[in-house]
């Protein structure tokens, strides 16, 4: 698929009103819509979306992309399946069969439609408060109001664009696909809408699905319960938190209880690496929750079970480009090397992951989930995006050979879709953090904050990772006196920082902050400058394969395109699962071997050109694999160590 014009179009007005100044475009605040407050107290706070501009990069290419593709998807189209449920067809014009009914995951016979329309209200959003284009809130405003005459149509609060049978389904524990996931999606995006838009119709909506949900779910008895939750059910319980910090309403916080997984979550209390082959993305939001509930509530039990199920999936059960999963479960890391496969790294866990790291960040303010964050969002997020076309990729492939294999923009919407609109509107959320006397600067991402409190704003430009300095300028209306936290990146070594010019003595290490307090003062200046290296990551199983980074970077060398379908490849749209059937025809013969010197890894990856671009001592080119797109490619080499 080309992008045609007018679906381009709805991009460029993105990259026309991204640099406008957010305070002239959103009016108020977030904080003051919660009813009940943080609990706990927090190292740093994420700045308001709408506060962050990013500026041109490659990040906000993905985001130009990613919004063409969202505003294409007509809203009649994202509404058809729920009135159809609902019956709500009646008296329109055109009638029914006028609309062009969506494929895959949303066709009409698939048990999980309608959770694309809940990924795009949080997209819708997310883009709306990232550039400040009124596209997304008028496509966002279309959409609440669609779904609430829906809401309206089924009489009893319930919203979904599946028949209310297969709740009843998953509450007898018969088959049924996950209809709590979809739902969650829903209510996700309608909370979303609420906090990034200001609409409060949407958070009606949200209330009356909670006031349906508590009263389908108080009368039932703790078997039913422990039964019903065995099936996936998605982040439903973080959902319900929101509504209780957002209400006060003591029956949401019954019902994100309800969800509580007994089974998943008593063994991470008791500090019990016990993932065993469960299924990973049914794992990961139920420790969401559980974090949101540590903060609204002030339970301990919640933060030391989400600290240890963070340090147990990235120490444990993560590939080298920040992903988890094989076929989407957990498995023996003795085994590690057995499931470098070419259906690793399922998108959605990595976006759940960088949520919770988000949360983990906010409490201590460790430079550890920073670094794990810039990982996976470089090395997966960052690539999963097809430069092309603007699909994304459902698993990121590490078999050696293997391909990327795209979504289609008709025929998919699978899980990682739906996150994926949201993943690339997002960027900004975790570049900069901020204490009440400290600024952190997380990701090197050409980009602009705007800090109200002190009347800053901060500008930040660099060619990063391509080049190894950031400059920061600092705009105030007035001098301030604050700490300016720089990461010192794990991965460098050497780090050289100038304020105006002048050298800083440095005291901080790998993996720790450059602290810069002083009273600064309108145009000053920074600039940080960040050696980079060639290392290897062996595979934690003793084997001799390995995966070699420049810096944050994960480099993967090219194979060529023999074998590879014509012109996309795109997966067939006709399987709900074809990215678990595709065969990647892996031609044999391909040499994933690389001679490696430990002590001058620079004579085994010769850097040539100002990008980076390498060649292997034998003539093979290696680039990041996050721009290696429809070509196949090795991660994990065959390693010989050499000495020269």
Request: charged share 25%.
């Amino acid at each position: 698929m080309k992008i045609n014009k007018a679906f381009y179009a709805a991009g460029l007005l993105v990259a026309a009103v991204s640099s406008v100044d957010a305070q002239s475009v959103y009016p108020g605040v977030c904080e003051e819509k919660f009813k009940v407050e943080v609990k706990v107290p927090l190292a740093a706070e994420s700045f308001d979306l709408r506060d962050v501009r990013l500026l041109p990069g490659r990040f906000r290419d993905n985001l130009v992309r990613d919004s063409a593709w969202m505003v294409s998807i007509g809203t009649d189209r994202l509404l058809h399946s729920f009135r159809t449920t609902a019956g709500v067809y009646a008296g329109r014009e055109g009638g029914y069969m006028t609309v062009k009914k969506l494929g895959g995951w949303e066709s009409l016979d698939c048990e999980l439609r309608g959770h694309t329309t809940g990924h795009l209200l949080s997209a819708f959003a997310l883009m709306y408060a990232a550039t400040g284009s009124e596209v997304f809130k008028q496509k966002s405003d279309s959409l609440v109001t669609g779904l609430a005459e829906v809401q309206a149509a089924f009489g009893n609060g319930y919203l979904s664009a599946f028949p209310e049978e297969l709740i009843n389904r998953n509450i007898r524990a018969t088959t049924v696909w996950a209809p709590w996931y979809t739902l969650h999606k829903i209510f996700s995006g309608l909370i979303d809408q609420y906090l990034y838009t200001g609409n409060t119709q949407a958070l009606e909506v949200a209330c009356r699905m909670g006031d349906w949900a508590y009263a389908k779910l108080k009368p039932l008895s703790e078997e039913t319960r422990r039964k019903m939750i065995r099936n996936e059910f998605g982040g439903v319980n973080e959902s319900f938190y929101n509504l209780y910090a957002l209400t006060g309403d003591e029956r949401y916080r019954w019902l994100a209880r309800f969800f509580y997984h007994n089974e998943v979550i008593d063994p991470l209390k008791a500090q019990q690496d016990d993932l065993g082959t469960k299924h990973t993305n049914t794992f990961i939001p139920k420790v969401l929750a559980e974090a949101r509930n540590y903060e609204l509530t002030g339970e301990a039990d919640s933060k030391t079970l989400s600290e240890f199920f963070w340090h147990t999936m990235v120490s444990r059960h993560t590939f080298a480009p920040g992903c988890s999963s094989d076929k989407e479960h957990y498995f023996d890391p003795a085994e590690f090397t057995k499931h470098i496969s070419g259906y690793t790294g399922e998108t959605c866990c990595t976006y759940n992951m960088l949520k919770l790291s988000r949360h983990l960040f906010c409490w201590d303010a460790l430079p550890e989930v920073a670094d794990y964050y810039e990982r996976a969002l470089y090395n997966h997020i960052l690539g999963q995006q097809d430069p092309a076309t603007g699909m994304v990729c459902y698993f990121l492939p590490l078999q050696s050979g293997a391909h990327k294999v795209y979504s289609t923009p008709e025929n998919s919407f699978w899980c990682c879709v739906g996150s994926g609109f949201e993943n690339h509107a997002k960027y900004a959320e975790a570049i900069y953090y901020h204490a009440p006397e400290a600024l952190f600067v997380n990701l090197f991402i050409p980009s602009e904050v705007t800090w109200k409190e002190k009347g800053l704003k901060l500008r930040q430009e660099t060619d990063f990772p391509d080049g190894e300095t950031t400059s920061l300028t600092l705009s105030l209306a007035a001098p301030s006196r604050f700490a300016l936290k720089l990461r010192y990146p794990s991965w460098c070594r050497g780090i050289r920082v100038t304020v105006n010019g002048k050298a800083v003595r440095l005291k901080a290490s790998p993996g720790e902050y450059v602290s810069l307090e002083r009273q600064w003062k309108d145009g000053d200046r920074v600039e940080m400058t960040m050696p980079m290296r060639l290392t290897l990551e062996r595979t934690p199983d003793g084997t001799d394969r390995g995966a070699v980074f420049y810096g944050p970077v994960l480099l993967a060398g090219e194979l060529g395109t023999a074998g590879i379908q014509t012109p996309a490849p795109y997966s067939n749209p006709q399987l709900y699962n074809d990215y678990y059937t595709y065969d990647f025809h892996i031609p044999a013969g391909l040499d994933y071997s690389l001679d490696w010197d430990e002590a001058r890894p620079e004579r085994s990856l010769q850097r040539i050109g100002n990008g980076l671009e390498f060649v292997t001592s034998d003539g093979r080119k290696v680039r990041p694999l996050y721009d290696l797109h429809r070509q196949r490619y090795v991660v994990y080499w065959d390693v010989k160590s050499v000495k020269k």
